[in-house]
């Protein structure tokens, strides 16, 4: 067999574990993003899981003023969401979508569904499912840089790469850059731009394993992307957003979440002060987010850095029956489904209805009907937000889930470890017989015609 059908048949090892696991269990784990994001980029029939996505109704009644005035501002500081020509992203797996579309085990819950990211995918409507595209159409039919579909063929101005850490936040922000110069359909020096970065979780996820992912480190690449923005992107708002405690996770129980987590997840079998350094660094790394941008330095007359908190305590949700609530994740327990973007974005954009040091940081799982409306007349920025009257929090009940199962331990790891070990074994045996009895039939139809 060529290197190429051997690599192939390896991920397919991953799915028939996959098969298995899923008899114990409603959810199908990826072994790894970018192992399967190849399997998911293969040319496989994914129409019947695309057409059951498009049933599940995610979105938002809007009844905001949109003002007709068409006179664009000279200042980010009093930037209206009618003013925004143009959106784009940085981030990770989850700006990336991964898994999103997916609700069961096929090719789409290992390919990234990069219209449905909350922070730039743009398909359907907001009636239909919540993305922060989606909202600026209601105010500006014309806006352009939005992810559409499946894949990197319409991505667009969603430049997230999948298993991306904060070190390749500067390549980003340069690809950025270079997709914003050359398409002739942005104007540099005129649109407004709003750019949503979502960016570290990989460096905590890793952090056992990583020592270089230090609070100093993550600061220092911050500072150098951030300048990088301010220097070469005019006209434009970023966005910033926390991170979550991604402990929060080891919520998501059973065996094929175990699977999934032992591969992806390595330090949450590292034991209790591994489990608690994640944690730390998750507040250390939100904590220089918050400090570097309220300090004002990247801020100039028309470009401007805000830190959107709540995604900083965003949580498992728990279902009626007391268990996590896993119709918030894609099928790998790990990244968001479509529900969960919905949500994400819902949120998102309250916060930026919000003045700097009056955002609500208590994340909530559920939307409301109508999508919240702006109560002061720009969006808010560092430097605007004393000025401005102070925007009314949501009126969601917003209170903090208990633990909904104990710590994962090394025994659940170990047992989905067995049954990836078992499944890999039947289908090698599986295959092994089907190739044989195909290469005899083959030869046989062969000498018959000759």
């Known amino acids: 067999m060529t290197g190429k059908m051997i690599r192939f048949i390896g991920i397919l090892f991953v799915l028939c574990a996959l098969l298995i696991g899923n008899s114990f269990s409603k959810k199908v784990p990826a072994d790894t993003q970018k192992l399967l994001l190849e399997l998911g980029q293969t040319d496989c029939d994914d129409e019947t899981e695309s057409e059951a996505a498009k049933f599940r109704n995610t979105g938002v009644k809007f009844q905001c003023d949109v003002s007709n005035e068409e006179i664009s501002p000279s200042s980010v500081h009093q930037l209206r969401p009618e003013d925004i020509d143009v959106v784009g992203a940085i981030g990770d797996s989850y700006t990336a979508a991964f898994g999103a579309g997916a609700n069961f085990l096929g090719p789409g819950a290992f390919r990234e569904h990069r219209g449905l990211s909350f922070s730039v995918g743009g398909d359907e409507t907001l009636e239909s499912h919540v993305s922060i595209p989606n909202i600026l159409h209601k105010y500006n039919p014309n806006l352009y840089g939005f992810s559409e579909g499946v894949g990197m063929e319409n991505s667009n101005l969603n430049v997230a790469v999948t298993g991306a850490t904060s070190e390749e936040f500067e390549a980003m922000v340069d690809q950025l850059i270079d997709h914003l110069v050359t398409d002739t359909q942005i104007n540099m020096d005129e649109d407004w731009k709003l750019i ?255």
């Open 196 to 450: 949503n970065v979502f960016l570290g979780g990989n460096d905590i996820f890793d952090s056992c394993l990583t020592p270089r992912f230090t609070p100093e480190y993550f600061k220092n690449l911050m500072i150098s992307s951030f300048n990088t923005l301010k220097a070469m992107v005019p006209r434009a708002l970023v966005n910033v957003m926390g991170l979550p405690d991604i402990v929060e996770l080891r919520k998501m129980t059973g065996v094929v979440c175990d699977v999934v987590h032992l591969s992806m997840c390595p330090c949450f079998y590292a034991g209790e002060d591994a489990i608690k350094k994640l944690q730390e660094l998750s507040k250390s790394y939100n904590t220089i987010l918050e400090e570097l941008i309220s300090s004002g330095d990247f801020d100039t007359d028309d470009f401007a850095i805000v830190y959107q908190p709540v995604t900083s305590t965003s949580y498992v949700p728990v279902a009626e029956n007391g268990r996590a609530d896993d119709s918030f994740f894609a099928p790998d327990c790990i990244h968001l489904s479509r529900k969960g973007h919905a949500s994400s974005a819902y949120h998102l954009w309250a916060n930026m209805l919000e003045p700097v040091n009056a955002k609500d940081t208590m994340w909530s799982p559920e939307i409301e009907e109508y999508l919240p409306c702006p109560k002061s007349p720009y969006i808010y920025t560092n430097r605007n937000s004393a000025t401005q009257s102070v925007a009314g929090s949501l009126s969601a009940n917003k209170q903090q889930s208990s633990p909904v199962s104990k710590p994962k331990s090394l025994e659940g790891g170990v047992i989905a470890a067995i049954v990836v070990l078992v499944a890999s074994v039947i289908f090698i045996s599986g295959y092994l017989i089907y190739h044989n009895i195909f290469k005899s039939v083959k030869l046989r139809w062969s000498y018959e015609r000759l």
